[in-house]
């Protein structure tokens, strides 16, 4: 459940007993990242068991943008100027935020929420295969390329390609991919077009999810009908799913990336799907075959190939 802003080069950590205690801090950071979007798709799966997939997308929207707002108010930030910047801020909200959080919504009418997480692990595969179209930078190594297949083998393994994939929703599947695959698409975007930006990374994410919430006001209406009753269980874990695994989720991101880098803030993506099917099988009651954790670990091994660098 990850989503981008373009980075920068993070400040070396002081040394001695306050650079302990920025490291035990910046841990503590990357648990809770990793336990609060692990539970989103648990989230999601208990959202939608009372509300539309767009009215789910909707209210994480609201509610994260809610959160980035207070915080922006609180260090007085100013939302980006110039029609040129807004332009690729739309393209980016649709891609990172708009259009995967309303696929897996709609995934998981179909699917587990542990296949979803196990889903949502394939991104940095996506982005492998993707950079090295799109980016003349990102080089294939041998290493790389062989994380891709790696990685792809445990995605057949998960949706269990020796059965015919008979045991999975195809439909749900493919929208759980579709969404993963649109996290790299638009990074690389935001790669493209507003790296080196003299915006902060809160301006850009406040002013992304805005939009995204705007976009999502938009369709929402369109596709469904106000619900005739709220049901509170339903509508907690909408509003922990904006609040925690959207808002308080990126900012506690975007600050791991300005401190320790981009490479060690992504490696939270290895730890989501654990997390995810341990809350789906314990809290959701959700079934679990012996496919879908050895699936799950080959696609987590491949994507950490993916991510190696060549040694200087």
């Known amino acids: 459940m990850t989503a981008a802003t373009p980075t920068r080069t993070p400040a070396h950590a002081p040394q001695g007993p306050q650079g302990r205690r920025a490291a035990v801090d910046r841990r503590l950071r990357f648990a809770f990242l990793s336990l ?8 999601i799966k208990v959202g939608t068991e009372a509300y539309a997939p767009f009215q789910v997308t909707f209210g994480r929207l609201l509610f994260g943008t809610l959160v980035l707002a207070a915080a922006m108010a609180v260090k007085r930030e100013r939302l980006p100027r110039g029609a040129r910047t807004w332009g690729h801020l739309v393209v980016a909200a649709f891609l990172l935020n708009a259009l995967p959080f309303s696929l897996f919504a709609y995934a998981e ?13 394939t991104s940095p595969l996506w982005g492998m295969a993707l950079s090295l179209v799109a980016l003349c930078e990102d080089r294939p190594t041998r290493v790389r390329v062989a994380g891709l297949g790696l990685g792809f083998l445990g995605v057949l393994t998960v949706l269990g390609a020796w059965q015919g994939f008979s045991s999975l929703d195809a439909g749900g599947t493919t929208l759980a991919l579709l969404a993963s695959l649109s996290y790299p698409i638009g ?4 790669r493209r077009t507003l790296a080196g930006t003299t915006d902060s990374h809160l301006s850009l994410t406040g002013a992304q999810l805005l939009l995204a919430t705007a976009q ?14 709220f049901p509170v269980l ?3 874990a909408v509003v922990a799913l904006g609040t925690l695994g959207t808002g308080v989720a990126m900012l506690i991101q975007y600050g791991l990336v300005s401190e320790a880098g981009p490479t060690t803030a992504q490696m939270v993506t290895y730890f989501i799907p654990v997390i995810a099917t341990a809350a789906g099988v314990a809290l959701l009651g959700e079934s679990l075959t012996w496919s879908t954790p050895v699936g799950a670990a080959i696609v987590l091994a491949g994507a950490a190939l993916t991510q190696a660098r060549p040694r200087r």
Request: net charge neutral; hydrophobic share 55%.
């Open 36 to 43: 609060v979007w692990g539970f989103s798709f648990l989230l």
């Open 109 to 121: 009418l179909t699917i587990p929420s542990t296949l979803a997480g196990i889903c949502n692990a």
């Open 187 to 190: 990074w690389i975007y935001l």
């Open 216 to 229: 999502l006001a938009l369709v929402t209406p369109l596709f469904t009908t106000l619900p005739t009753s």
């Open 234 to 236: 339903p509508l907690l």
